[in-house]
């Protein structure tokens, strides 16, 4: 590894599992500093014995991303320990298969304050400190599902299109401030979430996948890489799509 992030300290939002987990371990690999925020407190501190173990940097902090206070105790208690926030991948998000005769209001409404409210709540919470320190740069995990329609799921892709908008919105808002903001649309990748789909789903997008395979959460993490680095110094309001050419057809 080249250590391209060795003056970034990160907040992965979801991190203790899937692309969130692949997040942490190949940032900390690039040398960045590491905070994992999660709800599932015994798979964070796990993770991060194994990352320590392996010569990185990273600490786990009980994160609701739904909850404005614990944000704010999140974004504090990183401050405190590496001195600075520069970078946040708002990664956190659940999925939902509910069509929309199906949903109910308070499916809608928990799916879009994980995946929606979350996401704004972190670039607010974050925010502040990166401008203290001259720019940053936040990573939204949005979806394709976020760009292109399914007849199912109709909660996850009014959550996920938001995120895509949210994003060029926050992107013009803060370039006079050198902060960068991009979101990440993935594929299916072999994560707990996509795995809870019935193998059929799963069979049905791998033949309609081009390169005729599900994705790998590392593969996410590496777009996010150069998003996050200083290679990415011109790139703010885009979308990376990472879904082996799905929605190219
Ligand atoms: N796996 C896929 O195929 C796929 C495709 C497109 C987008 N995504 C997106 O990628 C992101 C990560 O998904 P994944 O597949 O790794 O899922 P995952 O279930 O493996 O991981 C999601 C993590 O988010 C955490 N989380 C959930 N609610 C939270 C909350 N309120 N506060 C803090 N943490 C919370 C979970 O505990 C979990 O560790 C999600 O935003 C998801 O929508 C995934």
Redesign the pocket.
Known sequence: MTGRLHDKVVLI?????????AHAQRFAKEGAKVVI????EE??QELIVKINKEGGDAEFLL?????ED?WAKVVSSTVSRYGKLTSLIN?????SGKKTEAETVEGWNRIC???QT?VWLGMRASIPEMLKVGGGSIVN?????GMVGSPAMIA?HAS?GAVRLMTKAAALEYAPKNIRINSV??????????MAMPDKHIDIFVEKTPLGR??K?GE?AAGSLFLISDDASFVTGSELVIDGGFTAQ
Do not use: C
Not at 91 to 95: E, V
Not at 141 to 145: A, C, G, L
């Open positions: 939002s979801g991190g203790a599992s899937g692309i969130g987990a925020g999660d709800l599932q798979m964070g994160l609701d991303v739904t909850n614990s990664n956190a998000g659940i999925g304050a994980v995946n979350g995990i949005s979806s394709i599902y996850y996920k649309h993935p594929g299916i990748i072999e994560t707990p979430l996509a599900l994705g959460p996410i």
